[in-house]
């Protein structure tokens, strides 16, 4: 018998009881022994509730079990996670999670410490939801040096996003009618603003390329300020507009951002519509490689996790190894990346197409009869920097988005 302690019966703790209890004896086929929720912990009491029976209100009799060979971290945020996860790592167990705030914040120092008690630290569930991801990068690509990770890796933008170019909606429309549907938190900055998608990059990167990556230096930018006006050019040139991921290495080292950008069907990111995320794998060797599914939701992240249990409960009092060291990979000037860029602009095109010229080259540009009084243009590739320089000359802009076709 291996016992596991799930720590938070949220919205994934729940998921994964649910899981190991749907999927037992899958689960014990694949594990060769029976995996039994020995413990949830839990601040609340759930009457009637199946867990009823194993909820515990106090993490030390968790700790103080040494028949507990595995504790799923599902509580999110820093604190008590960080604290609960090094004690469980430190008393032998190993430890799986889908928290990416504490992986990305942590995760060097937490697989040090599990490497140190000679237990796992797992983190499938952290990126992608139940897109089978980071064990591909460490199991399966390790021939290949890996130059680019993209993709969309927030299912919340990605539903929005996708609701604003069916039903020409705005915004904060779309993001009404996600939380009335259960796929926005009440608070949805760290989803909105770009922060969950940012961290999402760094621990993917970080694995990638074998070297830290902070998330707090990765330029991001959230869709907040995507319109339904964006959506109109957009679907006037073949795009869509999507929240972007993205680290590249280049000659001169490597870079990231998060940002909207606008993608056509040559991308297999146009594809990828509603919660649904996919992330895209570049390898010397390898060349291109995509992973697509289900990038959020209790039941897809609680099978991630589970996965992770099963991981791990076969390979009780070991490390399975996840090369990410601690060493920091410096990420090169923002300023210095090349984009394509989408511009709106106030005016018509005829009375400023000599001023764009002059700024810009000879940019293609895009009036609709519907959007009076502006219109817009694409650039050429040029850099970050350049293009700021240049657009500080254009008087009454109203928006730009990236583009990441040629
Ligand atoms: N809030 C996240 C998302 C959940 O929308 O993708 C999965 O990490």
Redesign the pocket.
């Given at each position: 018998m291996v016992n596991a302690a799930v720590l938070g019966y949220g919205t994934v703790g729940s998921g994964v009881v649910e899981v190991l209890r749907t999927n037992r004896d899958i689960i014990r086929r694949n594990v060769g022994d029976e995996v039994r929720v020995k413990y949830v912990l839990d601040l609340r009491d759930f009457p009637g509730d199946p867990v009823e029976d194993v909820l515990v209100h106090d993490f030390d009799v968790i700790i103080n079990d040494p028949e507990v060979d595995i504790v799923v971290e599902t509580m999110g945020g820093l604190k008590p996670a960080f604290e609960f996860t090094k004690k469980a790592l430190k008393a032998g167990k190993s430890v799986c999670t889908?928290n990416?705030e504490l992986v990305a914040a942590h995760g060097t120092e937490l697989l040090q410490t599990a490497k140190a008690n000679q237990v796992s630290y797992l983190f499938e569930a952290s990126c992608g939801?139940g897109i089978p991801i980071i064990r591909p990068l460490i199991s399966s690509l390790t021939a290949d040096e890996i130059d680019g990770v993209s993709g969309i890796?927030?299912?919340?933008?990605n539903y929005i996003l996708t609701k604003m170019d069916t039903d020409g909606s705005e915004f904060s429309d779309a993001l009404a009618e996600a939380q009335k549907n259960g796929f926005a938190?009440r608070n949805p900055s760290?989803?909105i603003e770009g922060g969950?998608a940012c961290r999402?990059i760094a621990i993917l990167s970080s694995i990638a390329y074998g070297r830290h990556i902070s998330w707090d230096k990765i330029y991001t930018e959230g869709i907040s300020g995507i319109s339904a006006a964006d959506f109109k050019y957009a679907q006037e040139i073949g795009a869509k507009i999507r929240l972007v991921a993205t680290s590249v290495k280049k000659p001169e080292g490597y870079y990231a951002m998060v940002a909207p950008g606008m993608v056509n069907e040559s991308d297999p990111l146009y594809g990828v519509n509603g919660?649904f995320?996919a992330v895209k794998v570049h390898g010397n060797m390898l060349g291109d490689a995509m992973f697509y599914g289900s990038?959020?939701g209790k039941l897809p992240?609680a099978s991630a996790v589970a996965g992770d249990v099963v991981d791990e409960a076969r390979h009780l009092h070991e490390t399975i190894t996840t090369y990410w060291s601690d060493e920091e990979l410096p990420l090169q000037p923002v300023g210095n990346m090349e984009n394509r860029f989408f511009v709106r602009v106030q005016g018509s095109a005829s009375d400023r197409a000599e001023e764009i010229r002059k700024i810009f080259g000879n940019a293609e540009t895009i009036s609709l009869p519907s959007l009076p009084g502006e219109f817009a243009f694409i650039t050429d590739r040029m850099k970050e920097s350049e293009f700021a320089d240049r657009s500080g000359k254009l008087g009454g802009m109203i928006s730009r988005i990236r583009v990441l076709f040629a």
């Open positions: 889908s990416k939801g890796l927030n299912g919340t933008t938190e760290a989803d969950d999402k919660v995320n990038g959020a992240t």
